[in-house]
C-alpha cells in the first residue's frame, strides 16, 4: 500500500490510499451541499412551466416591471446605506483604535453585540419604536406635543425606515474592516508626519485616511452586498409599506401559485452581484498597495480628544443607543407589559407574555427543539467536516486536496435566499425528496455555515507550524498520536469556537428557512416572522426574540472567555 512512511522507524506515517477516500468522500459530501443546489438552481432558470428549454424567464427579469423595480429599488437601498455605513462607523472605528476616548474597549464589544442581533428581530424592535400608530416614540410624541392619534413624528414603514434599519445592523462590517486597518498602520508613520509639523488634521489627511482607505472600501462593499441579500428587514418593513425589493420578490414568487422557475431566474442576479462585490473586497484588499512597508509599528498612536471629549462620547453613545439599546429596550419592555402602550412601571410588569409562549402556545415547543437540536447537529456535523476538509487541504499531500477548500468557500458568495431556493429545487424532486424534513434544514444550515467554519479552522492549521508535526514523527509517534498530542491542543480553541459561531448563526437562520419550513419542520426565527406577519402580538415575539439573544449572547460570551482566544472571529466579511 503507497504510504508516506515516517522518517525515524519507516512505519507509514499517513497511507495515501486512506487519504485519497476521504478526498473523495469530502468532495462528495461537499457536491451534495452545494455543488447539488447550484446546479438545480441553473437548470430552472432556463425552464418554462411545461419543462421546456427557454430563455423567457430572464427576459421577465427586464420587461416586467413588478420584478424590475424591486431589483433597481434594492440597488438604491443598498448604496444608500453602505454610504451611511461608511459615514456612521468610520468616526467610531477612529475613536475605538487611535483616539483616548473613554470606554474603548467596551465600545468595540457593543458595536460586535450588534452581530448578534439577528437583523430581522432588530427590525422588529424598531418595528415597535416607530411604528406610525403604535410606535412607542410616537406615542411619546403625541404625549408631549398633545398630538391627535393620527399625527406621527417618524414611520419606519417608508424605504427610509427600512435604509435606516438596515444601517444600525450593517455598520459593524464597516467598522470591523476600518477598526482592524487603523490597529494596522504603523506609529511611526503618524509620529514623522508630526516630526515633519503636521498636525492632526494634516495628518489624518495624508496618513491615515489612504492607508485605511482601502479598509474603507472593502467595508462598503460587503455592506453593500450585506443589504443586497437581506430578507429579514424588507420582510419585516417593506411588505407592510406595500413594497418589495429583490429578496421579497423572490420569496413570494414561492406563494401560490408558485413559480420556481421565474424565481429560480430572479436569484441568478443576486448571485451575480454576490460574486462581483466579494471580488471587488479581495482585490481591494489583496493589492500590493495596501501592505504597509515601513519600521516598527509600536503602539497605536493616540490622538488626544481634549475638549472635543464629550462631543465623541455623544457621538459613540447615540450610535449605540439605536443600534443597540434602545431596540434591546424596546423588546424587554414589550415582552414585560400587557400592551405596546403601557407605560413601564412596576404595576405594569406581568409574565403573561413568557406563560403564553412556554406553556399555552403550542407551536412553541416544537419550534424550540426543532431550532436548538439542528442548531447543535449543524454545529457538530459542520465542524466536523470543516476540520476535515481543512486538515486535507493544509496538510494532505494528495493532489486535488486544495480543491475541497473552494469548495467549501463557494456558498460564500451564495445569498441565503437563493441557496435557499437551490436547495428546494434539488430537494424536493421524487428522488430525493427532503422537502418537509429536518434533513433539507439541517442541509441549508450546513452549506451556509460551510465558508465561516472552514475559514475558522483552517486559520488555526495555518498557525500550527508544520515542523512540530515532522518533530513528533521523527521521534516515533504515528498519525493519530500526533494528532491528539500536538495538534488537537494547539487548534482546540478555536475549533469550540468555531462550533459555537456556526451554532449561533443557525439558530437565527431565516433567508433561507423561510422557503424551507413546514408546521411540523417549524423554527423560532420563522415563528417570530409568522406572528409578526399574522398580527398576533409584539409581546410572545419579544419573547421569543430574548431567548434567542440570550442564547447567543451566552454562548459567544463563553467562547470570549476561551484562553487564547480574544473575540469570535467574524471570517465570512
Known amino acids: 500500500m503507497a504510504a508516506i512512511m515516517d522518517l525515524r522507524s519507516g512505519r507509514p506515517w499517513l497511507h495515501l490510499d486512506f487519504l485519497k477516500t476521504g478526498l473523495v468522500l469530502l468532495a462528495l459530501v461537499l457536491g451534495l451541499l452545494i455543488v447539488l443546489p447550484m446546479a438545480w438552481l441553473v437548470y430552472y432558470s432556463f425552464i418554462d412551466q411545461d419543462g421546456g428549454l427557454t430563455l423567457g424567464n430572464y427576459g421577465l427579469l427586464v420587461t416586467d416591471t413588478t420584478l424590475l423595480r424591486p431589483f433597481l429599488r434594492t440597488l438604491g437601498i443598498a448604496v444608500s446605506v453602505g454610504l451611511l455605513c461608511c459615514i456612521v462607523a468610520t468616526p467610531l472605528a477612529w475613536l475605538a483604535a487611535r483616539t483616548d476616548l473613554p470606554g474603548r474597549r467596551i465600545l468595540r464589544m457593543l458595536v460586535m453585540a450588534s452581530f448578534v442581533t439577528p437583523p430581522f428581530l432588530g427590525a422588529i424592535a424598531w418595528e415597535i419604536l416607530a411604528a406610525p400608530n403604535t410606535g412607542l416614540v410616537n406615542e411619546l410624541f403625541r404625549h408631549l406635543a398633545g398630538q391627535q392619534r393620527n399625527e406621527h413624528l417618524v414611520n419606519i414603514y417608508t424605504i427610509q425606515g427600512l435604509t435606516f434599519v438596515m444601517t444600525c445592523y450593517t455598520f459593524p462590517y464597516v467598522f470591523t474592516l476600518v477598526a482592524n486597518g487603523l490597529d494596522r498602520i504603523p506609529s511611526d508613520l503618524e509620529d514623522a508626519s508630526s516630526i515633519l509639523g503636521g498636525g492632526m488634521t494634516t495628518t489624518l489627511r495624508r496618513i491615515t485616511i489612504p492607508l485605511v482607505l482601502p479598509a474603507l472600501l472593502a467595508g462598503a462593499l460587503i455592506a453593500i452586498l450585506q443589504t443586497v441579500t437581506a430578507f429579514g428587514e424588507p420582510a419585516i418593513l417593506a411588505l407592510p409599506a406595500g413594497f418589495h425589493v429583490a429578496t421579497t420578490k423572490i420569496w413570494s414568487l414561492f406563494q401560490y401559485p408558485p413559480k420556481p422557475e421565474l424565481a429560480a431566474a430572479a436569484s441568478m442576479p443576486l448571485f451575480l452581484i454576490a460574486i462581483l462585490l466579494l471580488q471587488g473586497k479581495s482585490w481591494i484588499l489583496g493589492r500590493k498597495g495596501y501592505t504597509i512597508q515601513g519600521g516598527k509599528s509600536g503602539q497605536a498612536r493616540i490622538t488626544p480628544l481634549g475638549k472635543w471629549k464629550p462631543v465623541a462620547m455623544a457621538y459613540a453613545a447615540l ?29 405594569n410588569l406581568t409574565l403573561e407574555h413568557f406563560r403564553f409562549v412556554f406553556l399555552e402556545y403550542s407551536p412553541t415547543q416544537l419550534a424550540m427543539w426543532n431550532t436548538f437540536s439542528l442548531g447543535i447537529l449543524t454545529a457538530t456535523v459542520g465542524t466536523f467536516i470543516a476540520l476535515m ?15 475541497l477548500g473552494v469548495l467549501a468557500t463557494i456558498p460564500i458568495a451564495v445569498p441565503s435566499i437563493v441557496l435557499g431556493v437551490g436547495i428546494f429545487l434539488a430537494y424536493s424532486q421524487p428522488e430525493l425528496r427532503l422537502y418537509g424534513t429536518r434533513w433539507i434544514l439541517l442541509l441549508a444550515f450546513l452549506t451556509i455555515a460551510m465558508p465561516a467554519a472552514y475559514q475558522q479552522v483552517h486559520a488555526a492549521f495555518q498557525g500550527v507550524h508544520v515542523e512540530l508535526e515532522e518533530a513528533s514523527r521523527i521521534l516515533g ?37 423561510i422557503l424551507l419550513t413546514t408546521a411540523n419542520t417549524n423554527l423560532v426565527s420563522v415563528m417570530i416572522y409568522n406572528l409578526n406577519e399574522n398580527g398576533n402580538g409584539l409581546g410572545p415575539i419579544s419573547v421569543l426574540g430574548i431567548v434567542l439573544l440570550g442564547v447567543s449572547v451566552t454562548v459567544i460570551a463563553l467562547v470570549n472567555r476561551l484562553p487564547g482566544h480574544r473575540s469570535m472571529q467574524l471570517r465570512q466579511i
Not at 476538509?389 to 480543491?403: C, E, F, N, Q
Request: charged share 15%.
Open 477 to 513: 509517534s504515528g498519525r493519530l498520536q500526533t494528532l491528539r498530542r500536538i495538534t488537537a491542543p494547539l487548534i482546540r480553541t478555536s475549533v469550540i469556537a468555531t462550533w459555537c459561531f456556526v451554532f449561533v448563526s443557525t439558530i437565527r437562520e431565516l433567508s433561507a428557512s
Open 389 to 403: 476538509t481543512a486538515y486535507m487541504v493544509s496538510r494532505s499531500p494528495v493532489r486535488g486536496s486544495a480543491a
Open 319 to 347: 450610535i449605540l443607543s439605536l443600534a443597540i439599546v434602545l431596540p434591546y429596550f424596546a423588546l424587554f419592555k414589550t415582552a414585560l407589559t400587557r400592551l405596546v402602550s403601557d407605560p413601564l412601571t412596576f404595576e
